[in-house]
């Protein structure tokens, strides 16, 4: 398995500003995504980080809302921009080791827009 | 592209009796299946995973799953449930970029 810890666990916001939540995983690792968790609903994957190049992101997502850094094999960003109570969310990062077909969540970081 | 749907949105049960959440999924090529639980406040954790080896696949805590081809299902079941077997699970497809169900709250009665 893997070590993963999100910072900040929890933020309350105001809309119009910006929060970055760190992922950091206790080894290195070949793949790091990052999801969103709208309230009671699924999990739905923002974009992969990429090590050294920009993030991939999924249909409806953009760099310029979410913009991603990985830079190196252990950590990663991601920065919720010009947030909005629609954005109240929790957002999850994950990590998948070389050869290794399961997938690890981090604890999350439950995001909450006034 | 792939999906999966999870047919009950909840599922009650008694505590000590049979668990069975079900889940299909579509998809274009041979997949990899996983079931993940989500407890209160809590993250996500890997039940088990079906990644083209064995057809039926023992998780933690009990659970197993069955990969159907024919059916394009993957249900899973525990013989008997526990009271802290509540939670919310997910059935999720894919290598990598995982596609998650609405999810099954599971909820279990004394």
């Known amino acids: 398995s893997a070590v993963i810890s999100q910072k900040p666990s929890r933020d309350i916001c105001q809309r119009g500003t910006s929060l970055t939540i760190q992922c950091q995983v206790d080894?290195?690792?070949?793949?790091m995504f990052w999801y969103r968790q709208q309230p009671g609903q699924s999990l739905t994957l923002i974009a992969t980080?990429?090590?050294?190049?920009?993030?991939?992101?999924e249909s409806g997502f953009v760099i310029d809302k979410f913009p991603i850094s990985r830079p190196n094999l252990t950590f990663s960003t991601l920065t919720v921009s010009n947030m909005s109570p629609e954005d109240s969310s929790i957002y999850l990062c994950s990590v998948v080791r070389s050869g290794n077909h399961e997938q690890y969540f981090g604890p999350g970081t439950r995001l909450t827009v006034t | 592209a792939q999906s999966v749907t999870q047919l009950d949105s909840h599922v009650s049960v008694s505590e000590g009796t049979p668990v069975l959440l079900r889940c299909n999924y579509s998809s274009s090529y041979s997949p990899s299946l996983f079931w993940y639980v989500q407890h209160p406040n809590k993250g996500l954790q890997l039940l088990l995973k079906?990644?083209?080896?064995?057809?039926l696949v023992k998780g933690i805590n009990g659970f197993e799953a069955e990969f159907k081809k024919s059916e394009t299902s993957f249900h899973l079941t525990k013989p008997s449930a526990h009271m802290s077997d509540a939670a919310e699970y997910f059935c999720v497809v894919g290598f990598q970029k995982l596609v998650f169900g609405t999810g099954t709250r599971l909820l279990v009665s004394p």
């Open positions: 079906y990644t083209s080896a064995a057809t």
């Open positions: 980080a990429n090590q050294g190049s920009e993030a991939t992101y």
């Open positions: 080894s290195q690792v070949t793949m």
